[in-house]
C-alpha cells in the first residue's frame, strides 16, 4: 500500500484542521491505520490509531478530546480531524498503515508510511 497524507498548514492556537491520508490499492480494510507526528528535535511519537473496520479508536493522552479519527474504507482514506490546536502540537505528520493492531502505537517496522504533512500552530 501507497499513502498520501494532505491537509496540513498554519494555523492559530486554538483553531482546527483536517489531515486526510489516501491508500492506493484495493487492500485498504485490512489495515489498521494511523498517525504519527515528529516535531523538531524529537522524537517520533504516536498520535492516533484505529482499526480495520473503523469501530475502535486510540489516542495518546496528549490528544484525547482534542483529536478524532476517522476512516472511510469505501474512499480508501484515513483523516485526522484536529481541534483546540495548541502550539505544541507543531510537527510533521505521518500516516501509517500496518497489518496488526499489536505493537502499531510503538511506530516500528509497521507495513508503510506516507510522506509527511507539516502542521504549525502558532501561539
Known amino acids: 500500500v501507497q499513502l498520501q497524507a494532505s491537509g496540513g498548514g498554519l494555523v492559530q492556537a486554538g483553531g482546527s484542521l483536517r489531515l486526510s491520508c489516501a491508500a492506493s490499492g484495493r487492500t485498504f480494510s485490512i489495515y489498521v491505520m494511523g498517525w504519527f507526528r515528529q516535531a523538531p528535535g524529537k522524537e517520533r511519537e504516536f498520535v492516533a490509531a484505529?482499526?480495520?473496520?473503523?469501530?475502535?479508536?486510540f489516542y495518546a493522552d496528549s490528544v484525547k478530546g482534542r483529536f478524532t479519527i476517522s476512516r472511510d474504507n469505501a474512499k480508501n482514506t484515513v483523516y485526522l480531524q484536529m481541534n483546540d490546536l495548541k502550539p505544541e502540537d507543531t510537527a510533521v505528520y505521518y500516516c501509517?498503515?500496518?497489518?496488526?493492531?499489536?505493537?502499531?502505537?510503538?511506530?516500528?517496522?509497521?507495513?508503510?508510511w506516507g510522506q509527511g504533512t507539516q502542521v504549525t500552530v502558532s501561539s
Open positions: 484505529i482499526n480495520r473496520s473503523g469501530t475502535s479508536t
Open positions: 501509517a498503515a500496518d497489518r496488526n493492531l499489536i505493537g502499531y502505537t510503538k511506530g516500528l517496522a509497521l507495513d508503510a
